[in-house]
């Protein structure tokens, strides 16, 4: 009699905390208008499901001052809502912006259909800590997962042909482009051999960035690689660098040191160093011995405070 009541409290237990959950708001939605559905429960969870593409979104970035904003449904009312995402089989594309600003978002699933993740898709999800990007996966846009502050892992499907990662860094396949650092690491980073370009945005908003290394193997730096690194205080540059993008370290606000080991100075794209609230005379360039006139000859290299590196 005891075990019976039991199991019937807990059954009752059971109901009442499925009732307790209701759904907030749903909708459809995606490239044909109508080939998605979403639905938001009081609980946090946001469960989108429906064969095909989400459409892109710019209400966080890439719209001019011209284009009217263009939110996903859940964005206005409940973004801070969103606690859980979970995407069904059958959805093939997550839109720019898709899920952007959802600061509460601690865990998201992407199914196996999912071929394209937009730009700047998860940036600014402060409570994500971890994602793993399926072996479908063969697009990833630039900043999908940026601004992330407590990220420390993008792991990748070891059966994915276009993605790998690496103690939790996202890398394109070949391990030659370094595609974004999340922003929940701390400390130093040293890039890895072989690695040839530090893509667009990948450093971006790292406020927890203090040092890297680049090796010699790196040819390229992006724009805006490494802006808004502002605890970011070395860099060191392999002697391979041959080009920074355009404000790849602007706002590096506590840069102190930088080495290039370089005989060429590396072409700058435009202002690469705009360091605000820091005289770039107090930052050290050391250079190669036989190349300190050619840095105190080049454009914007001349402006810090040139010296040999020590043997």
């Known amino acids: 009699m005891k075990k019976v009541l039991f199991f019937v409290l807990i059954g009752i237990m059971a109901m009442s ?30 469960t ?28 206005f009312r409940n973004r801070n ?13 997550i839109g720019n912006g898709a899920f ?79 595609v974004q650092f999340p922003a929940g690491k701390t400390g ?20 927890n960035l203090t040092s890297v290394i680049i090796p010699n193997s790196v040819t390229t730096i992006g724009n805006l690689a490494f802006y808004n690194c502002s605890n970011l205080t070395s860099v060191t540059f392999g002697s391979s660098v041959a080009t920074i993008g355009e404000r790849a370290f602007e706002n590096c606000n506590s840069l102190i040191s930088i080495t290039s080991y370089a005989l060429t100075p590396p072409i700058l794209d435009g202002w690469v160093f705009i360091i605000n609230r820091v005289n770039p005379i107090s930052v050290s360039l050391h250079v190669p011995s036989t190349s300190i006139d050619l840095y ?10 040139i010296s040999a590196i020590e043997e």
């Open 17 to 46: 905390c499925n009732e307790s959950v209701k759904i907030i708001e749903q909708g459809t939605f995606g490239i044909e208008g109508d080939n998605l559905t979403w639905a938001l429960t009081s609980d946090g969870l946001l």
């Open 48 to 75: 989108i499901s429906g064969i095909g593409e989400m459409e892109d979104y710019n209400q966080y970035i890439g719209r001019t001052q011209f284009e009217p904003t263009f939110e996903p449904p859940w964005y």
């Open 81 to 93: 809502s969103v606690r859980i995402v979970v995407i069904e089989y059958g959805v093939t594309s």
């Open 100 to 178: 952007a600003h959802c600061v509460n978002l601690s865990s998201v699933t992407i199914p196996n259909s999912v071929t394209a993740i937009g730009e700047n898709a998860f940036s600014s999800c402060h409570d994500l800590t971890a994602v793993t990007i399926p072996n479908s996966v063969a697009s990833i846009g630039y900043s999908a997962f940026a601004n992330c502050s407590n990220l420390t892992s993008i792991n990748v499907d070891i059966y994915n042909l276009h993605y790998t990662s690496e103690n939790g860094v996202l890398f394109d396949k070949s391990k030659t482009t370094l």
């Open 188 to 207: 130093d980073y040293t890039i890895p051999d072989g690695v040839t370009e530090v893509g667009k945005y990948a450093f971006w908003l790292c406020f």
């Open 296 to 305: 105190r000859q080049a454009f914007s290299w001349q402006r810090f405070q």
